[in-house]
């Protein structure tokens, strides 16, 4: 699902642990204090939301919350921007909601912030994506359990593509291309976001490197993905690109209005596009950046977790496991109802019907080949250095190389404090 209706970037991700040392209430998000009642009967819980685009989403969490018996749900739907600094400021008082989604962070595990859900995984562990387990898991316990997989590529218009006389983009250098061919007097060729820092982890992915090693040790610091940073600083001048467009990269709009003709999304945007296009749309994942590159496709997506430091810790586990774990109609609801997403319980992703064919069968199938899911080592701070490199790499004309080794010196630190 898109990240909200507002200009805030998933990626900034969509996952910010530095918010953890904010203080302050949720005095600004309106509304109750969060533990009002609902349809159930015993304890008060109060869950948070980030306010998701797409039409309904709101109205069925608050269905599914009224429909459980054990206890008193309140949904805070967060409106506005920094959903996570505002959940982060608000896990420091006592209106913290016991129950909240965000995405795997590790700071969260060590500081004791989020409860240990093994318990209520175990039973079912087989039938979540194993990358998803992994991605939630410290110490061979899980945090958090996964709502939705949300994968990203490109979307093209074939239309556009034909009378161009292109054919789909398999390599970095061909993207590039393709971009030159298809940007006309009113269309750009391409638009990658408007800071472009949606695309970094692709990029890094596609150019044989990773974020991490499994054991935690830099592995983004590489020549084929500087020479990948010099190529999009390329197109970052060429004129071709889409730059601050009115909505960002998780909202269709720029495609499905024809400023551009290829754009990075994400799959929850596929029934818009679609209303708006017919069938004249298509995907293909991050190309191939070097001669060692593969295709990628980013994973993204959100978790619930139950807030270990709250007064109703049991019962706030009780209904993550009701919602998330036994509720499959729900969970199939929330996945395909309101835009399109992967369940990660593969036997919802096997089940699901709007899955099955056409576009969206397309991108599971993408997902599948190429996709790279969360790595809860990879904080907020990580990602704010790669930020910097494509700022000072792309947006400016910065060595790639350099900024690279300046991203790693800063990488090394946060991860000997994590991890020693």
Not at 18 to 42: E, K, P, Q
Not at 394 to 409: F, M, S, T
Request: hydrophobic content about 40%.
């Amino acid at each position: 699902m898109s990240a909200m209706s507002n200009n805030w970037s998933r990626r900034s991700l969509f996952r910010a642990a530095a918010g953890m040392a904010a203080a302050g209430t949720l005095a600004a998000c309106g509304g109750n204090n969060g533990r009002g009642s609902s349809g159930g009967s015993g304890k008060a819980l109060t869950q948070y939301f980030h306010a998701y685009g797409e039409a309904g989403v709101e109205q069925a969490v608050k269905r599914y919350a009224k429909a459980y018996k054990d206890a008193n749900v309140t949904t805070q739907w967060i409106t506005g921007s920094q959903f996570e600094q505002k959940l982060f400021a608000a896990l420091l008082t006592k209106n913290a909601p016991d129950v909240f989604e965000f995405h795997p962070q590790i700071q969260l595990v060590k500081s004791g912030q989020v409860a240990d859900l093994t318990d209520i995984i175990e039973p079912v562990k087989d039938d979540f994506n194993p990358a998803d387990i992994t991605s939630h898991t410290v110490d061979g316990k899980i945090y958090g359990v996964r709502m939705i997989d949300d994968p990203q590529f490109f979307f093209y218009r074939p239309s556009l593509f034909e009378k161009a006389k292109i054919e789909v983009p398999q390599t970095l250098e061909e993207l590039i291309e393709a971009a030159a061919k298809l940007k006309t007097s009113k269309v750009k060729g391409a638009f990658l976001g408007n800071d472009i820092t949606p695309v970094q982890n692709p990029l890094i992915w596609s150019a044989g490197a990773d974020t991490l090693t499994e054991d935690h040790k830099v592995a983004f610091n590489t020549d084929a993905v500087a020479e990948g940073l010099k190529q999009l600083r390329g197109l970052f001048t060429s004129g071709n690109l889409l730059l601050d467009a009115p909505a960002d990269w998780w909202d269709p709009s720029a495609f499905t209005q024809g400023l551009t003709a290829i754009q990075w999304c994400g799959m929850w945007a596929m029934p818009t596009m679609q209303k708006a296009l017919g069938d004249d749309i298509g995907i293909f994942p991050f190309p191939k950046v070097g001669s060692a590159g593969r295709q990628s496709v980013t994973n993204g997506g959100w978790s619930m977790f139950v807030n270990a430091k709250g007064e109703n810790v049991e019962a706030a586990k009780e209904y993550v496991k009701w919602l998330w774990i036994e509720q499959k109609q729900y969970q199939e609801d929330f996945a395909t109802s309101y835009g399109f997403h992967i369940p990660p319980r593969t036997s919802l992703a096997q089940s699901a019907t709007k899955l099955k064919s056409g576009l969206p069968a397309e991108g599971v199938k993408l997902f599948n080949e190429f996709g790279h899911f969360d790595n809860i080592g990879w904080t907020q701070a990580m990602i704010s250095s790669i930020n910097d490199v494509m700022a000072n790499s792309v947006r400016k004309d910065g060595d790639p190389k350099a900024q690279l080794d300046a991203a790693q010196k800063k990488v090394d630190a946060e991860l000997t404090k994590l991890f020693g």
